[in-house]
């Protein structure tokens, strides 16, 4: 488990979040977390995410 407690990811973003080339970021290239969550599951793993704005944002790693 990774958990900050950065600025949040909104639920519009959590939707979109592991879509590639999904970005927020003015140069982002949006492969990160889809690639992550392609190598968990080759692995047999998984990758979740949740998020309360203006708190905290956890992600979770399944092996």
């Not at 519009?12 to 969550?37: A, H, M, Q, V, W």
């Amino acid at each position: 488990m990774i958990e900050d407690n950065g600025k949040g990811i909104t639920s519009e973003e959590l939707e979109n979040i592991f879509i590639p080339f999904y970005t927020t970021k003015s140069d982002g290239s949006g492969i990160g977390l889809s690639l992550t969550r392609q190598i968990m599951y080759l692995h047999k793993g998984n990758i979740s995410v949740t998020s309360v704005p203006n708190e905290s944002t956890v992600f979770t790693l399944s092996f």
